[in-house]
């Protein structure tokens, strides 16, 4: 079966890595280089700890087990991943309730929760006086770019290859079942099955394959400050974040996420904005992440800030991925719309997709346990968009 | 600190002097603003007015009738109230708002404190120079070797010679007036190594006749050079530096036509100190963000795109100097006149008497850019400098990456950019953002020919965390 | 020139001429390098004094992260170099 991958980011290269493992014949597309969109604009969290229990935990706990199996071929080292675990830290008695019946939930769910009464002792440089927290040891952190380009060099290993240009259009076959790619420069990639792993472009993507899905952008921005020894052992966020994450408030939420890398440098999130593709810097969002930063770490107060930078997650109306095929055009399957968690949820991704292209489970992922996240959900059974 | 003006200047260079006096001149009210001590930027580099007398640099300097011209202007608009002059205040951001620009600056007068100022204006006037090309070599990163600007800067800034026995290399103009100011202040300037081959000036004499000024200043420096015997030798670079801990040796190479070190040809010469300048790069970390389109300067460096009004493409941003395209004092100047007519001009302020040439300006402005092209030509990267590059040498400084790390990248990850390049290896990702490493990065990488973009930077300078904070307004947020 | 007041560096006075940046007073004694990297140790200082490359961080009254081309020196100011880090 010959395959096209639309997009060279962590989820297209997770699919090509995935769908070249299993025999099929891929080629991955991209107008640029391997992770030049939105995956160079995240931190690189492969979260639990931020998901309710549903499809997207479900997903992600998946995902959680296949990014070991992918870091043990890649080598951890080379693509920077840890396993450093994290820690959501409540600032008020209250706060610390619901992150508690949060925690029970998810547990139930079947993620590791571990209570914590003084996160001092987890995280010697927090401020004092947090009522306590919940450490997640199963969350990690890979440096996306890496990984991406990581997955995309073993892809090829298992031969796959790489075609730079654009996606135009499908070509489809007298039976409306896709028959190939046309791409910018006329070139047609012929293909048994497309898969729009195009991010934040996704929406363009699946529109140009005759199956729009609407995915929007919603920006963030991550501040990086210099390099210092290390710091901060977690991930390190405010109970307040997964309210943010899961929230369609059109308006500007920051919610505190503090980590440090295995460069020294400590990253600093997390702001969502609902601005399109407004490239535009908002020196008011520094300041604030800066000041909810400060509180939680407040040695942060005299390290530098060196760079920022911003970005703009694919997000789908209801907050969760569109995986499988567009029931419009036969061969065309959706892997986009991750908003902050396409690198966490990559393996998962991959892997569905190529279980659902194989028609039969794939590395543990089994088509018919993933159906919350099929396209179907934003279609009539006519295949009209809801 | 919050304060409004008609304009600001970002930058007291000379565009952003000459801009902030003809603005001032046509009756607005100016804001100019520079992270130095003293107003002059990098080539009339003044020690602060309280140190003048015990750091006496007048004879290092320039140009200097003009430069005391254009601080007499400005004092007197001090004076008046409408010049507010703001030095050691370094502009961390800017940003586009409804009726014009906010510039975000942090007051570092009495560092390591710093105050948070924000200043804004319908017209926003970015003159902020530029800075050293460097080309990796082994051994650069040995304490002794300076970039050509680095010595130059402590002479003009604080009256220090570097060292005793110094070797200077690159190419361009530049370096004739830093090997001058070495000898004259006592250091042996051992050689001056000019990549470029002697004759390349001849190929564009008519631009070089209509710049008399700048044949006057280069025999100055000439005559000095010969005074104080300093070889220049040309097409000839520095391929090494060696020494435990500074620098001791200089190895240095004739080039072939290319740029590649001739075998036989090498040199071993006893240095203390080394000055490395391969022309200037724009600095143009402010302009970036918002979102003005660039144009080849015609030197292997993107500059910002500008009409003849010195206009950017983003409606009240205008741009002056160097940030257009490395060119010299002289153009920067008769730049920022343009500008600060064009600023005039556009918020409609009533003409005054003797503030608006801006034929003449023009004319000198195509002139002086005629030249700086000319002089471009003549002093190119020679395209096979990474030939003296081995796979060990560092090439970038503050994350050590080798220039093996980053022909690897290339090889094995298709890399084609800096950018592509700095998230695979780290190079330009420590704390000078790829400002040094970059134009390096991007000739080992990218296709010939194609100019160096530099990356957008949406914080111009390091900000502590805390001084950010402080600058927000206050939020309600628990954490 | 005549060195009339001074600074501390490591705990050690180093004199300075009012107006003088860190830089340009630890050049004038004879020092080029006073930092290492973290990676490699490799020695940094002065490098392109203008504020542009980073080399010459040093801390000053506590606060890292400070470029010795751009701080005005100042009597009494403490100044300690980064042996072994990146401060």
């Known amino acids: ?386 | 600190m919050s304060e409004s003006a008609d304009l600001v200047v970002v930058g007291a260079g000379p565009a952003g002097m000459a801009a902030a006096a003809t603005a001032l001149d046509g009756g607005l009210r100016v804001v100019l603003i520079d992270s130095g001590a003293a107003p002059g930027g990098q080539f009339w580099r003044h020690p602060p007015l309280s140190a003048r007398e015990a750091v006496p640099t007048a004879d290092l300097h320039h140009g200097l009738s003009t430069y005391r011209a254009l601080c007499a202007t400005l004092s007197a608009h001090e004076g008046t109230g409408r010049l507010t002059l703001l030095l050691n205040h370094h502009v961390w951001t800017t940003a586009r708002e409804e009726d014009g620009f906010a510039v975000h600056a942090m007051d570092r007068g009495r560092a390591p404190e710093e105050r948070a100022v924000v200043l804004r204006a319908p017209a926003l006037l970015v003159a902020t120079g530029a800075y050293d090309r460097q080309l990796p070599f082994p051994g650069w990163d040995l304490p002794g070797v300076l970039t050509a600007g680095g010595l130059q800067s402590l002479l003009k800034g604080g009256g220090v010679v570097a060292g005793s026995r110094v070797v200077l290399g690159g190419t361009g103009p530049f370096l004739l007036p830093v090997a001058a100011a070495l000898a004259a202040r006592g250091a042996k300037v051992v050689a001056v190594c000019e990549a470029a081959a002697p004759s390349a000036w001849l190929r564009h004499p008519a631009a070089l006749l209509r710049n008399p000024a700048k044949w006057a200043e280069g025999a100055r420096y000439a005559g000095t050079l010969a005074r104080h015997r300093v070889p220049v030798r040309t097409r000839t670079a520095i391929v090494g530096a060696e020494g435990e801990g500074r620098v001791a040796v200089v190895r240095t190479a004739a080039l072939d036509a290319a740029g590649r070190p001739l075998p036989g040809t090498e040199r071993r010469i006893e240095a203390d100190t080394v000055g490395v300048g391969w022309g200037f790069v724009p600095q143009l970390d402010l302009l970036l963000p918002l979102g003005c389109d660039l144009a080849d300067a015609g030197d292997g460096t993107m500059a910002a795109a500008v009409d003849d009004g010195q206009r950017t493409t983003v409606p009240g941003l205008y741009t002056a100097g160097e940030t257009c395209g490395v060119g010299g004092a002289a153009l920067a100047v008769s730049e920022g006149r343009v500008a600060a007519v064009s600023v005039l001009t556009d918020l409609s302020a009533p003409a005054r008497p003797g503030t608006r040439r801006p034929a003449a300006e023009r004319r000198a402005v195509a002139r002086h850019r005629a030249f700086a092209r000319a002089m471009a030509q003549a002093h190119p990267l020679p395209p096979a400098w990474p030939a003296w590059l081995t796979d060990d040498t560092p090439v970038c400084r503050c994350e050590e990456v080798t220039a093996g790390a980053v022909r690897a990248a290339r090889a094995d990850d298709a890399a084609a950019d800096h950018r592509q390049v700095k998230q695979l290896t780290r190079a330009g990702m420590g704390w000078c953002q790829g400002r040094m490493c970059g134009p390096a990065v991007h000739c080992l990488v990218s296709a010939r020919d194609q100019p160096y973009a530099p990356t957008e930077r949406l914080i111009a300078t390091p900000v502590t965390l805390g001084a950010l904070a402080d600058s927000g307004e206050p939020t309600t947020d628990p954490s | 020139m005549t060195a009339v007041t001074a600074f501390t560096v490591d705990g050690e006075p180093l004199p300075f001429v009012p107006g003088q940046t860190l830089a340009a007073a630890l050049v004038a004694s004879g020092r080029v390098a006073w930092r290492t990297t973290r990676g490699g140790q490799r020695p940094r200082g002065i490098f392109c004094g203008i504020g542009v490359c980073y080399d010459c961080l040093v801390t000053v009254d506590g606060t890292g992260g400070q470029r010795a081309c751009l701080v005005q020196a100042r009597a009494g100011m403490a100044v300690t170099t980064g042996e072994g880090d990146d401060e």
Not at chain 1, 140 to 153: D, E, F, N, T
Not at chain 1, 179 to 198: E, K, M, S
Not at chain 1, 280 to 292: G, I, Y
Request: contains cysteine.
């Open chain 1, 1 to 386: 079966m010959k395959v096209v991958v639309v997009g060279a980011g962590i989820v297209g290269a997770a699919c090509a890595f995935h769908a070249a493992a299993a025999g099929l014949d891929v080629t991955v597309l991209d107008r640029g280089p391997v992770g030049a969109g939105t995956t160079s604009r995240g931190e690189g969290n492969i979260l639990l700890s931020d998901k309710e229990p549903g499809p997207e935990l479900e997903l992600a706990r998946l995902s959680r087990d296949l990014w070991d199996e992918a870091a043990e071929e890649l080598g951890p080292e080379t693509v920077e991943f840890e396993t450093k675990g994290g820690l959501v830290v409540a600032s008020t008695p209250d706060a610390l309730g619901a992150l508690h019946a949060f925690a029970a939930r998810q547990a139930a769910a079947g993620v590791r929760t571990e209570a914590v009464e003084r996160v001092g002792e987890l995280e010697p440089h927090v401020a004092p006086g947090l009522p306590g927290g919940v450490h997640y040891p199963q969350d990690a952190q890979v440096q996306p770019v890496l990984a991406a380009a990581g997955l995309l060099r073993a892809a090829v290993r298992h031969g796959a290859r790489t075609h730079t240009g654009e996606a135009v259009a499908a070509v489809t076959g007298t039976d409306g079942r896709i028959a190939g790619v046309r791409t910018a420069d006329g070139t047609v990639l012929p293909a048994d099955a497309v898969v729009n792993a195009a991010g934040t472009w996704g929406g363009e993507v699946g529109r140009r394959l005759g199956a729009p899905v609407g995915i929007l952008p919603r920006r963030g921005f991550v501040l990086v400050t210099e390099p210092l020894p290390p710091m901060i052992r977690h991930k390190v966020y405010s109970a307040d974040y997964v309210a943010n994450v899961a929230s369609s408030d059109e308006g500007l939420e920051t919610s505190c996420v503090v980590e440090g890398t295995r460069a020294g440098t400590i990253l600093i999130g997390a702001s969502r904005e609902r601005v399109g593709f407004d490239t535009s810097m908002n020196p008011a969002v520094v300041a604030r992440l800066a000041a909810q930063a400060c509180r939680l770490f407040p040695f942060l107060r005299g390290v530098h800030l060196i760079r920022a930078y911003r970005g703009f997650r694919p997000y789908c109306p209801d907050h969760l991925p569109v995986i499988g095929p567009d029931p419009r055009v036969p061969g065309v399957l959706h892997a986009c719309g991750h908003e902050g968690a396409g690198i966490g949820l990559a393996p998962g991704t991959g892997a569905l997709v190529t279980a659902q292209l194989l028609g039969r489970p794939w590395r543990g992922a089994d088509p018919a346990a993933h159906t919350g996240l099929l396209p179907d959900r934003f279609l009539t059974t006519g295949g009209v968009p809801k």
